[in-house]
Antibody
Framework: QVQLQESGPGLVKPSETLSLTCTVS????????WSWIRQPPGKGLEWIGY???????NFHPSLKSRVTISTDTSKNQFSLKLYSVTTADTAVYYC??????????????WGQGTLVTVSS | SSELTQDPAVSVALGQTVRITCQGD??????ASWYQQKPGQAPVLVIY???NRPSGIPDRFSGSSSGSTSSLTITGAQAEDEADYYC???????????FGGGTKLTVL
């Protein structure tokens, strides 16, 4: 059973960089796509971006200029960096595995989520 | 990018059938996937593809699609089905992901 676990600071100052890591266990990170999704308090889900194990990436158009996602296959991890954060970036951040098929996309495994608050 | 539209809230009497819908142009080309999210928990995939349930999802959950609308149906809703439900799909013009705004299901 694939399991995902987010880790990283729960508090980030405005204008600084939000950094999170997702550790995958119970399966290899290789040959799959991996994604970050966030959920502001009391609001809906927002896709941030995804990466393939080889390193190719795709990001939400509104976040593309501020985000990077990278993989470390040796540690079975992938990471998120969101630059120049504001209070609007306060959210629960989830990592998930995304299955990209010609018929559509689905997120089949999710981490438990981690709350990141942007505040001075 | 594409958008997916969901009704903000739906209610159903215990044991009755409820349909939750998701509307968007991308659904003419791609299937929606559906997620159940209970308070304080991560979303759980309940339906994907034409009408596929991951292991462990009760068979009272089913999916269907017609034109630009996809539907999640719960036949014989249980108290534990009270949750937020989200749809997602592939964007129509790019390899992006789109989510619906979510539907809060209340079981009366």
């Amino acid at each position: 059973q694939v399991q995902l676990q987010e880790s990283g600071p729960g508090l980030v100052k405005p204008s600084e960089t939000l950094s999170l890591t997702c550790t995958v266990s119970g399966g290899s990170i290789n040959s799959y796509y991996w994604s970050w999704i966030r959920q502001p308090p009391g609001k809906g889900l927002e896709w941030i971006g995804y990466t393939y194990s080889s390193g190719s990436t795709n990001f939400h158009p509104s976040l593309k200029s501020r985000v990077t996602i990278s993989t470390d296959t040796s540690k079975n991890q992938f990471s998120l960096k969101l630059y120049s954060v504001t209070t609007a970036d306060t959210a629960v951040y989830y990592c998930a595995r995304i299955r990209r098929e010609s018929s559509g996309y689905r997120f089949d495994y999710w981490g438990q989520g981690t709350l990141v608050t942007v505040s001075s | 990018s594409s958008e997916l539209t969901q009704d903000p809230a739906v209610s159903v009497a215990l044991g009755q059938t409820v349909r939750i819908t998701c509307q968007g142009d991308s659904l003419r080309s791609y299937y929606a996937s559906w997620y159940q999210q209970k308070p304080g928990q991560a979303p759980v995939l309940v339906i994907y593809g034409s009408n596929n349930r991951p292991s462990g999802i009760p068979d009272r959950f089913s999916g269907s699609s017609s034109g630009s609308t996809s539907s999640l149906t719960i036949t014989g809703a249980q108290a534990e089905d009270e949750a937020d439900y989200y749809c997602n799909s592939r964007d129509n013009s790019a390899n992006d992901v789109v989510f619906g705004g979510g539907t809060k299901l209340t079981v009366l």
